[in-house]
Nanobody, 114 residues
Framework: VQLVESGGGLVQPGGSLRFYCAASGIIFSIAVMGWYRQAPGKQRELVARITAGGSTNYVDSVKGRLTISRDNAKNTVYLQMNSLKPEDTAVYYC?????????WGQGTQVTVSS
């Protein structure tokens, strides 16, 4: 199983970013995909999750600002981040649980700062 992320970077408060995560080694169309983040000195937390059927859920702190989506034809999950705040600064990880194991992308840094 391999998860390869792209996106991220430095953005000013109020700005936007879009992440991509390309998955291989799984049957993507039936996998539940998630985006997590870990800020310095904090535990990793689930930010957003999308089921195989497209149902989504989000942590309260990002509702209305972040959107998770998927393209099963491309084996890719996306995270659109709008109205970014300094507290969104973290390393963001794509993740999937597959046959009892958790797999993670390499992580991508997001820094929200003026």
């Amino acid at each position: 199983v391999q998860l390869v992320e792209s996106g991220g970077g430095l953005v000013q408060p109020g700005g936007s970013l879009r992440f991509y995560c390309a998955a291989s080694g799984i049957i993507f169309s039936i996998a539940v995909m998630g985006w997590y983040r870990q800020a310095p000195g904090k535990q990793r937390e689930l930010v957003a999750r999308i089921t195989a059927g497209g149902s989504t859920n989000y942590v309260d702190s990002v509702k209305g600002r972040l959107t998770i989506s998927r393209d099963n034809a491309k084996n890719t999950v996306y995270l659109q981040m709008n109205s970014l705040k300094p507290e969104d600064t973290a390393v963001y990880y794509c993740s999937v649980s597959w046959y009892g194991y958790d797999y993670w992308g390499q992580g991508t840094q997001v820094t929200v700062s003026s």
